[in-house]
């Protein structure tokens, strides 16, 4: 029995290495035209069968058009990234930020992703912006923090302005909003270099800080060098040394001691949504935080990076919990470069800031019957997935059944927040403002688009990049094409709340615009939020 779990092992490790060999040369070769052309029907099939709203903001003898006309301009092989930046430009047209497409990436064997894990670059500690038309640092962690705010001048020997204009090509946003592309295009742009170039181990940004400009390089190293292996070492022996003088009764003092501290630790990170930052634990960054501002520091103030991550139920009880004792009379909440997240989260924050009986979402179109399935059985996803869903799609299924009805020729999804429910006790009854911007998105729009609609709130900042009248999102197929192996992830909900507003295609809109300026970043001046404390003071 041992031989033959041994002979398996040694089977499936093999085929494994194959598999990835076949796959790196898939993704890497040129590929014939009519290989390339027939993914191109291969995705606008997967679009035509599960998209709910296809055509919504381009009609169908438009998009019918961009597609063939995309075919016939492919005349010479090309590898897989050159085809996704070719495919990018159709699929935007769809009009969904959530429909994507992304090239593939090389996959490595098991110790090559053991190596890679223990590697850290620097460049992921940087986040960027993009203002004026310069693309800066908005915010860097350990030693890089002093270029906050260093301008971008080169990216290798490339201008942001040259790799931003190809960028905005390939960004799709819902409906004709173009808020999104400017924000998106800075926050993310590392990741748009990576789908543009592939994988890097070192890169040069060229930056300028002041009157100085200077050549930063950034290089993927191990993140521990084998003198700090050795202290480590050295520093493990040395608790072992004094535990060893300790009774027996002290060490499970100590040990009780310390499993209380990381329970609590454990659930206060999970209350805030705490975001570990790699390779630097002393680094804290959380989702969710409230802090009190203002003149006399009473007026609330609740940043939500994004709607995931954590026991968000903790947070929010707590927080107008803290709001009602303190009879706290103003809430600002801060939905700036807030992408999205959990639907459930938004509709329990939602609960405390109205005090009738509410529907917080309208059933959700879709185009099948078993959406769960379909999102499991994606061809994307690992055998074992499939695998797990196949055993479970009887009691999957039923689910799907349960929850999915007919109306008017249309199928729709019944999702909890499509009931009617009360509001929370402790609901906050004071003014409300949210700060919304390009890069408030997906969930975020869905909650301000219902907050607006409910003239609950005033908005400042800039139009929200996800769409007034809803967004095609909730459960995503991604199809992997079978040849190119690009992935196309295609949301299958049309999710949107009772309000409408006319013309399609555009965010939320704020009732007072404020656009942030580079000089604003260099001179640490929040103008949104300080119109906001300005309006307060002028009300009193």
């Known amino acids: 029995m041992k031989k033959l779990f041994s002979y398996l092992s ?249 499993k209380a501290k990381f329970k609590a630790k454990k659930k206060f990170n999970s209350k805030y949504g705490f975001q570990p930052v790699k390779f630097m634990p002393e680094v804290k960054v959380y989702n969710r935080n409230l802090d009190f501002v203002g003149k006399d520091s009473v007026i609330a103030l609740m940043k939500i990076r994004s709607f995931q991550d954590g026991r968000y139920k903790w947070f929010y009880d707590d927080v107008f919990k803290t709001l009602d004792s303190l009879k706290t009379e103003t809430l600002i909440i801060d939905l700036r470069d807030n992408f999205g997240g959990r639907l459930a989260e938004i509709d329990y924050l939602y609960s405390y800031l109205t005090d009738v009986n509410y529907t917080f979402l309208n059933k959700s179109e879709l185009n099948t019957r078993f959406p769960i399935l379909k999102m499991l059985m994606s061809n994307s996803n690992t055998i074992a997935t499939k695998a797990i869903a196949g055993i479970l799609s009887p009691g999957l299924a039923v689910i799907d059944v349960l929850r999915v009805s007919k109306k008017d020729k249309k199928l729709m999804y019944r999702f909890k927040s499509a009931k009617e429910q009360e509001p929370k006790e402790l609901n906050f009854k004071g003014k409300i403002y949210v700060l919304i911007n390009g890069n408030s998105f997906s969930a975020s729009s869905v909650i301000s688009s219902k907050l607006h609609g409910d003239k609950r709130a005033t908005f400042v900042g800039e139009e929200t990049g996800g769409a007034y009248n809803g967004t095609v999102a909730g459960m995503y197929k991604t199809y992997e094409l079978p040849n190119t192996k690009i992935q196309a992830r295609i949301g299958l909900m049309h999710m949107d709340t009772s309000y409408k507003n006319n013309p399609d295609g555009y965010g939320v809109k704020p009732d007072i615009e404020i656009l942030p300026t580079y000089q604003d970043r260099l001179n640490n001046v929040d103008p949104e939020l300080n119109w906001i404390l300005e309006d307060i003071e002028g009300k009193k």
Not at 91 to 105: I, L, N
Not at 225 to 245: E, L, P, T, V, Y
Request: net charge positive; glycine share 2%.
């Open 10 to 258: 040694v089977i499936l490790l093999l085929a494994s290495c194959s598999s990835i060999e076949k796959y790196n040369l898939q993704v890497t070769k040129l590929h014939p035209v009519e290989d390339l052309q027939d993914d191109i029907d291969k995705v606008y099939t997967q679009l035509k069968r599960n998209h709910p709203r296809l055509y919504q903001f381009t009609p169908k003898e438009t998009l019918d058009f961009k597609f063939d006309s995309l075919k016939k301009a492919i005349t010479t092989p090309m590898d897989s990234r050159t085809f996704y930046k070719q495919l990018a430009t159709v699929t935007k047209y769809v009009g969904q930020g959530h429909m994507s497409v992304s090239p593939p990436s090389k996959q490595f064997h098991k110790k090559e992703r053991k190596k890679l894990r223990a590697m850290r670059f620097d460049i992921t500690n940087l986040d960027f912006e993009y203002l004026d038309n310069k693309l800066f640092i908005a915010n860097a962690i350990g030693k890089d923090s002093i270029l906050k705010n260093a301008e971008v001048i080169k990216v290798e020997d490339e201008t942001p302005e040259d790799l931003i204009k190809d960028y905005k090509k390939l960004i799709a946003s819902d409906g004709y909003n173009t808020t999104l592309h400017n924000r998106v295009v800075g926050k993310r742009f590392m990741r748009f270099y990576v789908y543009d170039k592939g994988r890097f181990d070192s890169i040069s940004l060229t930056l300028k800080n002041d009157d100085s400009t200077f050549v930063k390089k950034y290089k993927r190293r191990l993140a521990k060098d084998s003198i700090q292996i050795k202290r480590d070492s050295i520093k493990r022996d040395s608790i072992k040394i004094a535990n060893a003088s300790k009774s027996k009764a002290v060490l499970k003092a100590e040990k009780k001691a310390r």
